[in-house]
């Protein structure tokens, strides 16, 4: 049977192996040759060059592609696979370069325009001959072996996850995001697995093993957002105002299922609804459907028709905390906001990519203001986006929203918190700049003009800057297109019952950069009057008169602002004497970053006043920001001496405003800090018999996850009864997903440190790294400060594992690899570690570099501020 008759009547399951035998010789037998080969036109590279791109840009159009694979019921054979490319070429005088990163035996046949050609391919590519191209219309149909890479195969399901690069990892095609594409899908799968695409399913057939799913023509999108998940799922049906939802599940708690799917298909409901209001323009695509799936790498992925999320951030019980509500909220609502801002229009290119995040993160927290109850839209602002992105912006390693990128194999390497944490406040800094309706006409401009198409950030500004009188253009270039921050100060001055401050910027790197920005300043007077003053800031210094004498200033106090803002040391009843939880959110933060900065508290005296506070404040979000503040500096920046000094009164206190706190999710917070720090003897005890009965605390909901944690936290302290508690609490668990990941930490928790050292050997091997979370949830027991002696040994191998990691996991793991082995690190030695390897690699990659610097900011400032 032809490739044409196999996409067009579907496959049956036995013929996986009968295409598998169907092998042409190769034009260059064994391995490939070395990069760079020239051909005629563009040099044949690994990766996608942007060379590459753009002249395939020119040059290709009208593209489609029709895939089929037929999927064994074991992970470990081969996947079948064949399909047929149509584009229309404009100038067939050079080659076309297909991009296919696998071996070449994956390759078996190729034919163009009806007619064999032998297979050349090399540098991660399949070139096509320009003696066998035409201008206009050509079809190019190719036999080959699915790639594995990211097809994230388990024994009972698989799924895609394309972003930035990864859809040549799994089949020939023209992978950059500005060849829009048409995708019809067909899928034999075992016969009890069901299937999710982009396309609505169209039909099926069945036969005695197999099942075939035939998916109708997908819209036109990317190649990064092409999908489809497939496996042993549970397939809920819903209609949400009119629109039918679909979702694929694994979730057993029936507890979970009926708390959770009524809130998850009525969210995406609101973000629909909000975004057509907000944009003018209807939902743009054929279906809406979404999958849930088990230790997901991210929080979710904006694949259209077909959204990808991790479970565990949909599937909320009676335990839930308000912070875990708003956080799902806000996660669905940036996917759906997604469809417009990404999917309907798209980057150019992916040093743009952060347009899309930027604008779903925006959108998120307006839809999440209005559709959760009790939600702070500018206290959850502060809290969700200002550590994470000063905790990036004050390193080394520091990067600017938009980067440069050469190849796509290094696009993976821009994510980060700069992305998703800087972006939206540089964009309410936008919003406030021109005005809430202006800014919001321009974007509903860019969409109309863009749509279905791709653009680039200087498309955008263009846009808005003929909406505003203020320079755009300036604005751009330091808050876009350069890292960093301002660190503020003043100088306070007046006469004659008036007081002037003088307020002046300066780039925390000692540049002349200024940051244009608005933000608030609190005075407060000895006569109990407030005033909240905003500051323009577009020079150097501005100047605030202020009528009368105020004995506090609080500087940024709506927590708009963006840098290091000047703070007296206050109180702890000066802290809760401020009204607003925003203000007191800023001020938590505003100390946070000058005890870094060494400007005024030492981290013990932080925490001393956080001791204090605590007990005082009301709002769960700032006791979530607290908590994350206290114990941070707790284990990072505290010598093990003073901890064990320390936790005695600390648990005491922690445990005391946990039961006086009336709201059972601030409760729950506060116990979660109780078990990070539980040291003595007493309070692991305590935790032991918790786990062991099940019995929470008073006014505190724990879950079976819940109840997994502390499970791990007891190992990981090596208490005296550890030892039978992980199998105990893995014989608890009901879902076999979950089972398995306790399976998988179970020797990075281990006692004796011959099986941790053998765990991590095993991580060495790119196979044992496939469960990229629990890779990092291994990591971070690995490197618990409890376990610093016998950990820090690692250092070197996973410094040398970067570059590998980077090739071969998903965007985040880099990142997440390197915070994990080196967020708790604060002695001299892991220091010298870290810098030994990075003189020794002088041509390291730069943008590897960075997040190794961002990484180690923390173990660098311990090795300054812990004494």
Not at 608 to 629: A, M, S
């Amino acid at each position: 049977m032809t490739t044409s008759a196999f996409c067009a009547h579907g496959a049956r399951f036995s013929l996986w192996l009968a295409l598998l035998a169907c092998t042409k010789p190769l034009a260059v037998p064994g391995s490939s040759p070395p990069p760079a080969a020239p051909v005629a036109g563009v040099a044949v590279v690994p990766g996608v060059s942007r060379e590459l791109a753009d002249d395939r840009a020119r040059r290709i159009s009208r593209l489609g592609y029709q895939l089929a694979l037929a999927v064994p019921p074991q992970k470990t054979e081969p996947i079948a696979a064949s399909e047929v490319i149509r584009f229309h070429l404009s100038d067939a005088s050079q080659p076309v370069q297909l991009d296919f990163k696998e071996q070449a035996d994956h390759l078996k046949s190729v034919a163009v325009n009806g007619k064999a050609v032998a297979i050349d391919f090399r540098a991660e590519h399949l070139v096509l001959p320009a003696a066998s191209l035409k201008p206009g219309a050509n079809e190019v149909e190719i036999s080959f072996v699915a790639g594995n890479q990211s097809l994230n195969r388990n024994d009972d399901y698989l799924y895609t996850l394309l972003v930035p690069d990864r859809a040549r990892t799994v089949f020939p095609v023209f992978d950059q995001p500005n060849l829009k594409a048409s995708f019809t899908l067909s899928l034999t799968l075992p016969k009890t697995w069901q299937a999710l695409a982009n396309g609505p399913l169209q039909d099926s057939t069945g036969a005695a093993a197999s099942k075939t799913y035939r998916f109708a023509p997908s819209d036109t999108i990317s190649t990064y957002l092409f999908s489809f998940a497939a496996g042993e799922f549970t397939r809920v049906s819903r209609t949400m105002a009119g629109r039918q939802m679909q979702f694929l599940h694994r979730e057993t708690d029936k507890h979970k299922l009926k708390l959770s799917l009524g809130p998850i298909f009525r969210i995406h409901a609101d973000a629909l609804q909000f975004l057509e209001q907000y944009t003018g323009i209807p939902y743009p695509f054929r279906k809406f459907d979404f999958v849930a799936l088990p230790d997901f790498q991210y929080g979710g992925m904006e694949h259209v028709g077909a959204i990808d999320y991790k479970a565990s951030t949909l599937f909320l019980d009676e335990g839930a905390t308000q912070d875990q509500k708003i956080a799902r909220s806000n996660l669905i609502s940036h996917e759906t906001a997604h469809m417009w801002f990404g999917d309907l229009v798209t980057m150019q290119w992916f040093n743009d990519v952060w347009m899309k995040e930027v604008f779903a993160n925006f959108m998120a927290d307006k839809i999440t203001q209005v559709a959760v109850a009790g939600s702070n839209y500018d206290l959850k602002f502060v809290v969700d986006h200002y550590s994470a992105a000063y905790g990036v912006d004050r390193t080394a390693g520091a990067n600017p929203i938009r980067q440069e990128l050469d190849n796509l194999q290094d696009a993976g390497s821009l994510y980060g918190n700069i992305i998703y944490h800087k972006a939206p406040i540089m964009m309410r800094q936008l919003e406030l700049l021109m005005g809430e309706e202006p800014f919001r006409q321009g974007l509903q401009e860019y969409l109309r003009k863009y749509a279905y198409g791709n653009a680039t950030w200087p498309d955008l500004i263009a846009i808005l800057d003929a909406r505003t009188p203020a320079d755009l253009q300036a604005w751009n270039q330091v808050w876009v297109n350069q890292p960093g921050r301002p660190v503020f100060s003043y100088r306070r001055g007046g006469h004659d019952g008036q007081t002037i401050l003088e307020i002046t910027q300066q780039a925390e790197d000692g540049s002349a950069r200024l940051w244009p920005q608005e933000f608030t300043v609190l005075l407060e007077f000895e006569d109990g009057r407030t005033q909240e003053r905003t500051v323009k800031m577009t020079e150097r210094e501005e100047t605030l008169k202020v009528s009368g004498n105020p004995r506090r200033i609080v500087f940024n106090s709506t927590g708009i602002g963006y840098g290091v803002f000047p703070v007296a040391v206050p109180s702890a009843a000066e802290l809760a004497s401020l009204q607003s939880p925003v203000t007191r959110a800023a001020a938590y933060v505003n100390l946070y970053e000058n005890m870094l900065n060494g400007r005024t508290l030492a981290p013990r005296q932080l925490l001393d006043l956080y001791r204090r506070v605590l007990p005082q404040e009301p709002e769960e979000l700032n006791i979530k920001l607290l908590t994350g503040q206290t114990t941070d500096i707790f284990w990072k920046l505290l010598t093990p001496a003073q901890r064990l000094v320390l936790a005695p009164a600390l648990e005491k206190e922690l445990w005391a405003a946990m039961q006086q706190n009336p709201a059972p999710n601030s409760r729950k917070l506060l116990f979660k800090a109780y078990q990070s720090v539980a040291l003595t003897t007493e309070a692991q005890t305590r935790l032991y018999s918790i786990w062991r009965k099940q019995q929470a605390p008073a006014g505190i909901k724990l879950t079976e996850d819940d109840y997994t944690a502390l499970a791990l936290a007891l190992a990981v302290r090596d208490y005296p009864a550890a030892q039978p508690i992980l199998p105990a609490q893995l014989a608890r668990i009901l879902n076999p997903d979950r089972q398995k990941r306790l399976q998988f930490l179970l020797p990075a928790l281990a006692p004796d440190v011959a099986t941790r050292d053998a765990f991590f050997a095993s991580l060495k091997d790119e196979k044992n790294r496939e469960k990229e979370a629990w890779v990092v949830s291994a990591l971070g027991y690995l490197h618990h400060p409890l376990r610093a002696a016998t950990s820090e040994k690692y250092l070197p191998a996973s410094l040398a594992l970067l570059e590998e990691i980077q090739q071969t996991g998903d965007i985040f793991f880099p990142y997440s690899w390197l915070q994990a082995t080196l967020g708790s690190c604060q002695t001299p030695t892991a220091a010298r570690t870290v810098r030994e390897f990075l003189a020794a690699h002088p041509q390291y990659n730069p943008k590897l570099r960075a997040k190794l610097l961002q990484a180690a900011d923390d173990l660098f400032r311990a090795e300054k501020l812990v004494k």
